[in-house]
């Protein structure tokens, strides 16, 4: 799905539907379930997502290029399974911390198909926007976090994308993207004092906000002008914000 007619050629022969089989359900979890029991039950189904393939949301990217795609993603549950998936994966300890080449993969993948479906509507589910900013999704702030220098060149631009994709909502969106801020998981306590130097990364580098982020990319050198592009329009749409 390379163009926007093989896009439509392909959802209208119900390659959305096709896809939407290979996502694993979610769980159900019940009232009366104790807490290993569900925790057992996330394990396994984060297990099951992240053994999806960068290829497979690749194919949701290309179908996401028409509204009868867009809309077949929302519909079938597709496009919350891709933004559950942003939040999966080996927590990092820093800013500049290395990501496991297959999650960092997918979630480029992933980054490009939200960018596509940022701010469309669907009569039952409600706007796209609503759940990539729900709150206990963390969404935004992985972006953040994907836009760091230290990230591929392809992963930066998606990570871009989607937040401009965000930022054309300028009443939600723009306001969420300027005051996201991706925070690292706090160490747990030392269980014995050690005399060594610490070699913990300092504060600096266990947060990162939006909107440096951005205006950092625009005084990088030799940068990727769609990474330029996406950044630009990012700022100048918070800027519009009310």
Same mark, same amino acid.
């Given at each position: 799905?390379?163009?926007?007619?093989?896009?439509?050629?392909?959802?209208?022969?119900?390659?959305?539907?096709?896809?939407?089989?290979?996502?694993?359900?979610?769980?159900?979890?019940?009232?009366?379930?104790?807490?290993? &029991?569900?925790?057992?039950?996330?394990?396994?189904?984060? %297990?099951?997502?992240?053994? #999806?393939? @960068?290829?497979?949301?690749? !194919? *949701?990217?290309?179908?996401?290029?028409?509204?009868?795609?867009?809309?077949?993603?929302?519909?079938?549950?597709?496009?919350?399974?891709?933004?559950?998936?942003?939040?999966?994966?080996?927590?990092?300890?820093?800013?500049?911390?290395?990501?496991?080449?297959?999650?960092?993969?997918?979630?480029?993948?992933?980054?490009?198909?939200?960018?596509?479906?940022?701010?469309?509507?669907?009569? &039952?589910?409600?706007?796209?926007?609503?759940?990539?900013? %729900?709150?206990?999704?963390? #969404?935004? @702030?992985?972006?953040?976090? !994907? *836009?760091?220098?230290?990230?591929?060149?392809?992963?930066?631009?998606?990570?871009?994308?989607?937040?401009?994709?965000?930022?054309?909502?300028?009443?939600?969106?723009?306001?969420?993207?300027?005051?996201?801020?991706?925070?690292?998981?706090?160490?747990?306590?030392?269980?014995?004092?050690?005399?060594?130097?610490?070699?913990?990364?300092?504060?600096?580098?266990?947060?990162?906000?939006?909107?440096?982020?951005?205006?950092?990319?625009?005084?990088?050198?030799?940068?990727?002008?769609?990474?330029?592009?996406?950044?630009?329009?990012?700022?100048?749409?918070?800027?519009?914000?009310?």
């Amino acid at each position: 799905a390379a163009t926007n007619e093989s896009a439509a050629t392909l959802a209208a022969l119900g390659a959305v539907k096709a896809a939407a089989e290979l996502v694993p359900s979610r769980p159900t979890v019940r009232h009366n379930m104790s807490s290993s &029991e569900r925790d057992a039950s996330m394990r396994g189904d984060a %297990a099951k997502m992240q053994r #999806l393939p @960068p290829s497979y949301f690749r !194919l *949701l990217g290309g179908l996401a290029r028409c509204p009868d795609g867009q809309r077949d993603l929302h519909a079938l549950g597709v496009l919350k399974r891709c933004v559950e998936r942003m939040t999966m994966g080996p927590a990092l300890d820093s800013v500049s911390a290395p990501m496991d080449p297959h999650d960092l993969a997918v979630k480029t993948e992933v980054c490009l198909v939200l960018s596509r479906m940022a701010n469309r509507f669907g009569t &039952e589910l409600g706007t796209t926007t609503d759940l990539m900013l %729900a709150t206990k999704l963390q #969404l935004v @702030p992985t972006c953040v976090n !994907l *836009l760091s220098p230290d990230r591929p060149k392809r992963t930066r631009a998606a990570a871009a994308m989607t937040l401009r994709a965000l930022c054309q909502d300028v009443t939600r969106g723009a306001i969420a993207v300027e005051a996201a801020e991706w925070h690292a998981p706090s160490p747990g306590p030392s269980l014995k004092p050690s005399l060594e130097p610490s070699l913990e990364p300092s504060l600096d580098q266990r947060s990162l906000k939006a909107v440096p982020c951005l205006v950092s990319v625009l005084a990088e050198q030799g940068v990727a002008h769609p990474l330029l592009r996406e950044a630009l329009e990012s700022l100048r749409l918070m800027a519009s914000s009310p």
